[in-house]
């Protein structure tokens, strides 16, 4: 048995959304996904998939792209990403039952791994706009957009609470941490996510979201005070599972 994780793979065999202009890599980006998956993933295996599914709007038009995860081989675990709009957190009970036995759709819930409690929420980042100086120093940013961002965070940090409580109410104290979103911004050392993921003695917060390598570096990878961050984003893996455990 292995995990791995994997995050934005933008589907779109109904909505008919390109990714090619973003470049080389997301050229047959499908064919990479399913061709890699197929290689690395056994049907004992579990792969997350750490948020923007499918470009589909509406779940009906997000059935072929959901087809697709689900033909991939393993157990497929599937986090709410800022572009799945098909996805009402307040109907994930709804998806998992129509889902049962095909995928499982976290949120407000966790799955397990061994002995692994495998927990998440999509997160939030705020990500300007900055004001920079000529130096390219940080003098100041849009005030109203980070109040916002504020509440959405402190909305998701409950949503993850939720999580990890339910694990442990439930008897386990290992936790594995998934994010859509990055757990710090490019302006943060930590956040509300990385001191949780310390609270609970989190081993790996795993996330995704930062596309092109201009972005690559936007949040934590690697060690940080005894957790381990990872980047899954697609591009950033060229389409290659990350075997987290």
């Not at 098909?86 to 709804?94: C, G, L, P, Q, V």
């Amino acid at each position: 048995m292995a995990l791995y994780a994997m995050g934005d793979l933008h589907l779109s065999f109904q909505a008919d959304k390109s990714m090619n202009k973003f470049g080389r890599v997301w050229r047959k980006h499908e064919e990479k996904i399913q061709k890699n998956c197929n290689r690395l993933i056994g049907p004992e295996d579990t792969l997350v998939l750490t948020g923007d599914h499918s470009w589909g709007r509406k779940l009906e038009e997000c059935r072929e792209d959901l087809a697709f995860i689900e033909a991939l081989p393993g157990r497929k675990i599937l986090l709410r990403g800022n572009h799945d709009m098909f996805w009402d957190a307040k109907k994930t009970e709804r998806l998992n039952r129509e889902y049962q036995g095909r995928l499982a759709f976290l949120q407000n819930n966790y799955y397990t791994y061994e002995d692994y409690a495998l927990t998440g929420t999509k997160g939030y980042t705020f990500e300007g706009p900055f004001f920079l100086d000529r130096r390219g120093r940080i003098v100041g940013w849009d005030e109203e957009k980070e109040a916002h961002a504020k509440k959405l965070i402190d909305r998701e940090i409950v949503r993850l609470r939720q999580s990890l409580d339910g694990a442990a109410a439930d008897g386990y104290r290992k936790f594995i941490l998934f994010l859509h979103y990055p757990p710090t911004s490019v302006i943060e050392k930590s956040s509300a996510f990385t001191q949780i993921a310390e609270e609970y003695h989190v081993e790996h917060v795993v996330y995704s979201h930062c596309h092109g390598e201009s972005r690559f570096n936007d949040s934590i990878r690697g060690d940080f005070h005894g957790v381990s961050y990872h980047l899954v984003s697609g591009d950033f893996l060229k389409f290659v599972p990350e075997q987290i455990l």
